[in-house]
């Protein structure tokens, strides 16, 4: 199954996430499919491609709960 889920990125105790479509059987940080935006924690800031989004959720993947609660949807 395919899901849109955070990949951790950044330094220790400064956090950075990017927004990828991945496989649900790989670790978090493992190979991605596409990356659809990101989500800086520190800063409030997120950017999200809406169009990929939504053809992801089309196609059947998944959003993990985080996710979900970040981008509203």
């Known amino acids: 199954m395919t899901v849109i889920r955070l990949t951790r990125m950044g330094r220790k105790k400064q956090p950075f996430y990017r927004i990828a479509v991945t496989d649900s059987r790989k670790r978090r940080d493992g190979g991605w499919i596409e990356l659809i935006g990101h989500y800086n924690p520190m800063t409030k800031e997120?950017?999200?491609?809406?169009?990929?989004?939504?053809?992801?959720?089309?196609?059947?993947?998944?959003?993990?709960?985080r996710v979900k609660k970040i981008t509203g949807r």
């Open 46 to 65: 997120i950017k999200v491609d809406n169009e990929r989004v939504d053809y992801w959720l089309g196609v059947g993947a998944q959003m993990s709960d």
